[in-house]
Nanobody, 126 residues
Framework: WVRLVESGGDSVQAGGSLRLSCTSS????????QAWFRQVPGKEREAVATIGDSASSYRSDYHNDVRGRFRITRDNAKNTVYLQMDNLKVEDTAMYYC?????????????????WGQGTQVTVSS
């Protein structure tokens, strides 16, 4: 059983910034792709950002709604993946989840990831 721990969620005003972190004490995040997803009640979980491993030169991809505002990075020495979120909007309000254990299929598909964190809440107010 793999345990991913997210942190950094908070309540902020629109235009503010947050940095989410995802780490694991028992899974080498450096060996595969990671992703951040978000979900609001009543809607499907959607991919926000993904980052590949060294074989992909750590290629990153973003949801169109966050491109230019969010940035996904990894610190291999700390076995941690980050999501820097700037210029937050009310519509960014959601539970954010870290995912790893990528199956090699579509990076934007939640079904392609085998391990998930418990989620961290981001609330953006106007």
């Amino acid at each position: 059983w793999v345990r991913l721990v997210e942190s950094g969620g908070d309540s902020v005003q629109a235009g503010g910034s947050l940095r989410l972190s995802c780490t694991s004490s028992d899974y080498p995040l450096t060996t595969t792709s990671q992703a951040w997803f978000r979900q609001v009640p009543g809607k499907e979980r959607e991919a926000v950002a993904t980052i590949g491993d060294s074989a992909s030169s750590y290629r990153s991809d973003y949801h169109n709604d966050v491109r230019g505002r969010f940035r996904i990075t990894r610190d291999n020495a700390k076995n941690t993946v980050y999501l820097q979120m700037d210029n937050l909007k009310v519509e960014d309000t959601a539970m954010y989840y870290c995912a790893t254990g990528w199956s090699g299929r579509g990076r934007l598909d939640p079904a392609s990831y085998g391990y998930w964190g418990q989620g961290t809440q981001v609330t953006v107010s106007s």
